[in-house]
């Protein structure tokens, strides 16, 4: 059973950052596309950044320039982190792993609030 657990989330300040980290068991880590989502209260789930296999990068327009998402394939582990963050960042944030087919981790809230 393929397994992504998400950390990282919490409760943090307007202009603050976090590091969420997602770590992937049961795969072959290095061939899949790893992606963040995120699911507001009351919206759809969004698509926030996408790392492939080989390393390129793509971001929603919404955090660009503010998230980086990253991955180390020696611990099976892609990041997303977070700087100059929003109360609209707001979300249950979610790991998602793609080759073939979909794996979703379970999410880690992520709060911006003064």
């Known amino acids: 059973q393929v397994q992504l657990v998400e950390s990282g989330g919490g409760l943090v300040h307007p202009g603050g950052s976090l590091r969420l980290s997602c770590a992937a068991s049961r795969i072959i880590f290095s061939i899949y596309n790893m992606s963040w989502y995120r699911q507001a209260p009351g919206k759809q789930r969004e698509l926030v950044a996408t790392?492939?296999?080989?390393?390129?990068?793509t971001y929603a327009g919404s955090v660009k320039g503010r998230f980086t998402i990253s991955r180390d394939n020696a611990k099976n582990t892609v990041y997303l982190q977070m700087n100059s963050l929003k109360p609209e960042d707001t979300a249950v944030y979610y790991c998602n792993a793609h080759y073939g087919r979909p794996y979703w981790g379970q999410g880690t809230q992520v709060t911006v609030s003064s």
């Open positions: 790392i492939t296999s080989g390393g390129s990068t």
